[in-house]
């Protein structure tokens, strides 16, 4: 098949040709493109200090891709932004991540996760994960 190469070409493509956006919209709400993960959390009551057991621990879906992201140019804001979707998703199902949860499921270091944290949170930001309570 034919393939547009050059990722600019392809998104005004895509973006700017009414018909073209249209027909990529439906094709969107026929065929979900949003990638997901299942990932075992602590529970967000779960206690400190000693390993969990299987009862603290809760058992989320994670939504590491969505059709939006692709809208988002910059790849340091398209991740922070995924970083807030992950951080929701955890929270409404009574999951806290670790930073380390969080940089697996986005492929970076814990390093580029703290970064992310503190600049989201200065930010206004409120960031719930397994030791940061409020940030």
Same mark, same amino acid.
């Given at each position: 098949?034919?393939?547009?190469?050059?990722?600019?070409?392809?998104?005004?493509?895509? @973006?700017? #040709?009414?018909?073209?956006?249209?027909?990529?919209? =439906?094709?969107?709400?026929? #065929?979900?493109?949003?990638?997901?993960?299942? #990932? =075992?959390?602590?529970?967000?009551?779960?206690?400190?200090?000693?390993?969990?057991? @299987?009862?603290?621990? #809760?058992?989320?879906?994670?939504?590491?891709?969505?059709? @939006?992201?692709?809208?988002?140019?910059?790849?340091? *804001?398209?991740?922070?932004?995924?970083?807030?979707?992950?951080?929701? @998703?955890?929270?409404?199902?009574?999951?806290?991540?670790?930073?380390?949860?969080?940089?697996?499921?986005?492929? *970076?270091?814990?390093?580029?996760? +703290?970064?992310?944290?503190?600049?989201?949170?200065?930010?206004?930001? +409120?960031?719930?994960?397994?030791?940061?309570?409020?940030?």
């Amino acid at each position: 098949g034919l393939a547009i190469a050059d990722p600019a070409m392809r998104r005004n493509f895509f @973006e700017r #040709v009414p018909l073209n956006r249209a027909i990529l919209a =439906a094709h969107d709400a026929l #065929v979900p493109t949003l990638r997901r993960m299942t #990932v =075992a959390l602590a529970r967000r009551d779960a206690p400190f200090g000693r390993a969990l057991t @299987e009862a603290e621990r #809760v058992t989320i879906q994670w939504t590491l891709h969505a059709p @939006e992201d692709d809208a988002i140019r910059s790849k340091t *804001v398209r991740r922070r932004h995924r970083l807030r979707r992950l951080l929701a @998703e955890a929270e409404a199902q009574n999951a806290a991540p670790t930073d380390d949860d969080l940089a697996r499921a986005l492929g *970076v270091s814990r390093y580029t996760i +703290l970064r992310d944290m503190a600049a989201l949170a200065q930010s206004g930001h +409120l960031l719930r994960t397994r030791r940061r309570k409020t940030t």
